[in-house]
């Protein structure tokens, strides 16, 4: 694995979740970086959120971050403020990192309160943690209903040396951004602006983590954050160092961003939704988040079933504008629909081995306008029901 120089890890089971299970993690840089981050767009927006939001606000840099799963401390009021700024005054002292300059974040239910003594009690082992700690561990402290822990790594070369990129998330449920459905944590060891890091984030993030789809829920907590503290000693600063850094980033944020559909709650299919020929790119991304969303859709791609129909339907509620002669359907390359009729032959024995693979794409054409998207998206199963109904138990 390509670690980023200057940072070490953290994980414990600090008993946030049930008996045995990794549950809070920190990550430090051994010098201040520089931050970015892009965060949920739900009203109710988790006390954490709220906490880098204002911390990211001044430009200042930050030395890590503090993550816990198992509880969200979102909907807990000024309480749930207040607790969040102890567990880093908590973490900052054991860890030796100033307060102000760790990132929180949190995962889990809704609606409870820290147990501020059980954070107390943990920070001790948490700071022993951090001499031997791993990426891995701090991915695996992040989980909630994830059944594997998500971690993309990437490095490339420059005149004056090697870069390495590290991301990290978690995500199964809870899935369908207007921004991004899950927590990440970017890590970097190249020098650059504040300014074009954010920039380049909020670019990369829009094209990867905000075009997944598994249930159409948009959580409180959602956050990316990334951090680059120049330990590498290459600097960023021409166009062609900035589009190499760039195209990185992406790799490795499309890599994390297919992990998280892969890994859906009860989901056994990814569904490449390919959406081209729309008046423009807010509608194409209409028609494929009608058909990510659809629960027939993405029921039948449970079920292995080329129903095309459903597809069809979806886009044509979808609300984007188009005409339905002009609509062409392609299901793993095979061409299912134009002209508003089926094509002719036995499409159902066609698409058989098609949708049965794990990864199947479905290409949606609604014209000749320069408007096109991508968007990732599980099927649902009868296993996602079951995971939700007894999330709490």
């Not at 031997?132 to 989980?143: C, F, K, Q, W």
């Not at 490449?272 to 969303?293: H, L, P, Y």
Request: proline content about 4%.
């Amino acid at each position: 694995m390509h670690i980023p120089k200057g940072y070490r890890f953290a994980a414990v089971q600090a008993g946030l979740k049930k008996p045995g299970k990794f549950d809070l993690g920190a990550i430090v840089s051994d010098v201040p970086a520089v931050a970015a981050g892009v965060f949920t767009t739900n009203k109710f927006k988790a006390a954490p959120v709220l906490q880098c939001r204002e911390m990211l606000a001044d430009g200042r840099k930050m030395s890590g971050f503090l993550v816990n799963s198992g509880q969200a401390n979102a909907c807990t009021g000024d309480l749930g403020r207040a607790n969040c700024r102890e567990t880093l005054n908590l973490a900052a002292r054991a860890l030796d990192v100033p307060a102000d300059e760790l990132l929180p974040a949190s995962t889990g239910v809704i609606g409870a309160q820290f147990d501020l003594a059980r954070w107390e009690a943990a920070m001790p082992a948490l700071a022993q943690s951090l001499e031997t700690g791993t990426p891995e561990l701090v991915a695996r402290a992040i989980m909630t209903t994830d059944t594997v822990h998500k971690l993309a790594h990437a490095r490339f070369g420059m005149p004056s040396g090697e870069v390495r990129l590290l991301g990290m998330c978690k995500g199964a449920g809870m899935i369908s951004p207007n921004m991004a459905t899950m927590l990440s944590f970017i890590l970097c060891d190249a020098d650059i602006s504040a300014e074009a890091w954010q920039t380049m984030l909020a670019d990369c993030v829009n094209l990867t983590i905000n075009r997944i789809t598994v249930d159409g829920d948009m959580s409180t907590n959602d956050c990316v954050m990334a951090l680059a503290n120049g330990a590498s000693g290459v600097a960023i600063e021409s166009e062609d160092d900035y589009i190499a850094l760039r195209k990185h980033l992406l790799g490795v944020l499309e890599e994390l961003a297919y992990k998280i559909v892969m890994d859906a709650e009860g989901g056994t299919k990814v569904a490449f939704i390919q959406v081209s020929g729309a008046k423009s790119d807010a509608d194409a991304e209409k028609v494929a988040r009608a058909v990510g969303n659809s629960p027939l859709v993405k029921t039948a791609l449970f079920g292995s079933d080329p129903n095309w129909g459903r597809i069809v339907c979806a886009a044509g509620y979808s609300g984007a504008a188009f005409k339905p002669e002009d609509l062409v359907l392609k299901i793993g390359g095979i061409l299912v629909f134009r002209n508003g009729t089926p094509e002719p032959g036995d499409m159902d024995g066609l698409l058989k081995p098609i949708m049965q693979e794990r990864d199947i794409v479905i290409h949606i054409d609604i014209g000749d306008g320069p408007g096109s998207t991508l968007l990732l998206a599980s099927d649902l199963s009868r296993d996602y029901v079951s995971i939700n109904a007894d999330y709490r138990s």
